[in-house]
């Protein structure tokens, strides 16, 4: 929270807080301590299509900068709220959370923003977290918008967390803050072959995903519904609101 706190998006006098913001801030603050290529992993494993395999060294950061805003719909400034400089790219993080829906025109304005700041380049892209009606890739200005959600992000920082034996400590240590950190705004892991059987009754063998159930079975089309069924977008509650609507 400590960038949320520095940069006047939390009250601690008033314990109000604004949770986008918040946010923002827990999970982005300490991902940033992260060894480069982990923070650039995580992000791209999240997102959809269109970044570099390598995001290469981290250049610069800045949570919520006062964009010059001549030329967008912000009288004063425009405010995204993360910028990082990577050596092959850049990227715009505009975060929603709670059901606010991304906007194309606030993406407009801050690739305006970016360019009436000297930043935008050609491989400058918006990242899109949370709020999104899909989660594909779309173009905005010219640029390419990524989407991801709060659960693709926190599911990529769990797989990293499964490979505990080949992180160093002091890393696996910043994974589990990002994990508990998660946990406290509402995330969790979505284990879905234990949610699938728990919910439909099923026993699968050894096959799966090649299950061999009847096509004509309620569960036979639940089951193949869930393998086209990305998995980021959806929050444990989501998910079993899901399984309910499938079954009936």
């Avoid at 992000?153 to 994990?179: G, K, M, S, W």
């Amino acid at each position: 929270m400590l960038y949320a706190l520095i940069n006047g998006k939390l009250d601690l006098q008033s314990n109000k807080y604004i949770k986008e913001d918040s946010c923002t801030a827990a999970f982005f603050g300490p991902l940033l301590h992260l060894p480069d290529e982990l923070i650039f992993k995580i992000i791209k494993e999240a997102s959809s299509a269109g970044l570099p395999e390598h995001g290469g060294r981290l250049i610069s950061f800045e949570f919520w900068p006062h964009w010059d805003g001549a030329d967008t719909d912000n009288s004063r400034y425009v405010e995204p709220d993360l910028y990082l400089e990577f050596e092959h790219c850049a990227l715009i993080v505009e975060a929603k959370f709670n059901g606010w829906p991304q906007r194309l025109e606030q993406w407009k304005n801050e690739l305006t923003a970016c360019t009436n700041e000297g930043r935008l380049k050609a491989n400058t892209f918006l990242l899109a977290v949370d709020g999104n009606a899909d989660l594909h890739s779309e173009q905005c200005s010219g640029h390419t918008v990524l989407k991801t959600s709060w659960q693709a992000l926190y599911n990529a920082v769990h797989a990293l967390t499964e490979q505990a034996a080949q992180q160093p400590a002091p890393v696996q240590r910043i994974l589990d803050a990002l994990i508990e950190t998660g946990a406290w705004f509402g995330l969790s892991r979505l284990h879905f072959l234990q949610e699938i059987t728990k919910a439909a009754d099923l026993k699968l063998d050894a096959s799966w995903p090649q299950f061999k159930l009847p096509p004509e079975k309620p569960a036979y089309r639940f089951l193949s519904a869930i393998k086209q069924l990305p998995a980021a977008p959806l929050n444990t509650g989501q998910f079993k609101a899901w399984t309910a609507k499938m079954l009936n």
